[in-house]
Antibody, heavy 122, light 107 residues
Framework: QVQLVQSGAEVKKPGASVKVSCKASGYDFTTYAINWVRQAPGQGLEWVAWISGSNGHTNYAQKFQDRVTVTTDTSTRMAYMELRSLRSDDTATYYC???????????????WGQGTLVTVSS | DIRMTQSPPSLSASVGDSVTITCRASQSISSHLNWYQQKPGKPPKLLIFAASTLQTGVPSRFSANGAGTDFTLTISGLQFEDFASYYCQQSFSIPLTFGGGTKVEIK
């Protein structure tokens, strides 16, 4: 079945970087994009970035533009999100989600990875 | 950025009730609107995409409609497993944005 499995929880100090991975299985990795979405504790969902599975094109939310990089490795069906210069308010669960599309250009996220909790604390 | 405003932020209902959640976009998004359900400690689950298309495997008690700026999600005959948080999300333009969520609680 289609599945995204993410790496485990991380604890980082302010100013450090974190790299979260997302392994895809059960579908043609190059046909779909991977999105990254985060959720601070008790808060709502916030889109971070998008990367094409075929050509590596990316789009970032402006608030993360200078600190985040998303990449893929098609040979291993892996997607990665690196967030630098971590702050306490980056503490959140980070999700990867497959981007599905229709002929009308609409897109939706399904499935989602299980989430990776990143805790930023001194 | 397109702002998505959900209402109400929370609601209390009983098993068997019908509830409706509203999502309003700050500008027209055509039918580029999705709905997700999230339970505590779990990732969101896709319920509805393209404003009104039920995702495979989602019970038919869930329905949604709308276009332009105003959208609704209706749950007809709440079941215990439906008590959760619900989010709308627009995919019309980057940055993709979510509504603030609606928590459906047991009365």
């Amino acid at each position: 079945q289609v599945q995204l499995v993410q790496s485990g929880a991380e604890v980082k100090k302010p100013g450090a970087s974190v790299k979260v991975s997302c392994k895809a299985s059960g579908y043609d990795f190059t046909t779909y994009a991977i999105n990254w979405v985060r959720q601070a504790p008790g808060q709502g969902l916030e889109w971070v970035a998008w990367i094409s599975g075929s050509n590596g094109h990316t789009n970032y939310a402006q608030k993360f533009q200078d600190r985040v990089t998303v990449t893929t490795d098609t040979s291993t069906r892996m997607a990665y999100m690196e967030l630098r210069s971590l702050r306490s308010d980056d503490t959140a669960t980070y999700y990867c989600a497959r981007g599905n599309y229709d002929s009308g250009g609409r897109t939706w996220f399904d499935p989602w990875g299980q989430g990776t909790l990143v805790t930023v604390s001194s | 950025d397109i702002r998505m405003t959900q209402s109400p932020p929370s609601l209390s209902a009983s098993v068997g009730d019908s509830v409706t959640i509203t999502c309003r976009a700050s500008q027209s998004i055509s039918s580029h609107l999705n709905w997700y359900q999230q339970k505590p400690g779990k990732p969101p689950k896709l319920l509805i995409f393209a404003a009104s298309t039920l995702q495979t495997g989602v019970p038919s008690r869930f329905s949604a409609n709308g276009a332009g700026t105003d959208f609704t999600l209706t749950i007809s005959g709440l079941q215990f497993e439906d008590f959760a948080s619900y989010y709308c999300q627009q995919s019309f333009s980057i940055p993709l944005t979510f509504g603030g969520g609606t928590k459906v609680e047991i009365k």
